[in-house]
């Protein structure tokens, strides 16, 4: 699976920015997606999955009520809509293709895309 992200950008803190990410290849309607993120100066992190039928979702606890991800198998898309944004979530944003949702929060990734920066300031 080849990954294309998009939709990063500047936004105040409480603002919201949407990610997207389209997938190429059959893989991807059985694929577990995901979002994993780099800070300047710090290791890469989870930030969220989602199962191959887009029902079970995982998420990092700094995200959670914050963040949602979704994804549209016809379209081969995963999206990564992100509210109340804080300027610790700058970042730049990676969409990733693994096994499974739950193996894919844990680093079990297979595919990823090239970042996407989210910059928040306040």
């Known amino acids: 699976v080849q990954l294309q992200a998009s939709g990063g950008g500047w936004v105040q803190a409480g603002g919201s920015l949407r990610l997207s990410c389209v997938a190429s290849g059959r893989a991807f309607s059985t694929s577990g997606m995901g979002w994993f993120r780099r800070a300047p100066g710090k290791d890469r992190e989870f930030v969220a999955t989602?199962?191959?039928?887009?029902?079970?979702?995982y998420y990092a606890e700094s995200v959670k009520r914050r963040f949602t991800i979704s994804r549209d198998n016809a379209k081969n898309t995963v999206y990564l809509q992100m509210n109340s944004l804080k300027p610790e979530d700058t970042a730049s944003y990676y969409c990733t293709a693994g096994p499974a949702a739950a193996s894919l929060a844990s680093g079990v990734v297979q595919s990823w895309g090239q970042g996407t920066q989210v910059t928040v300031s306040s």
């Open positions: 989602i199962s191959s039928s887009g029902v079970t979702t």
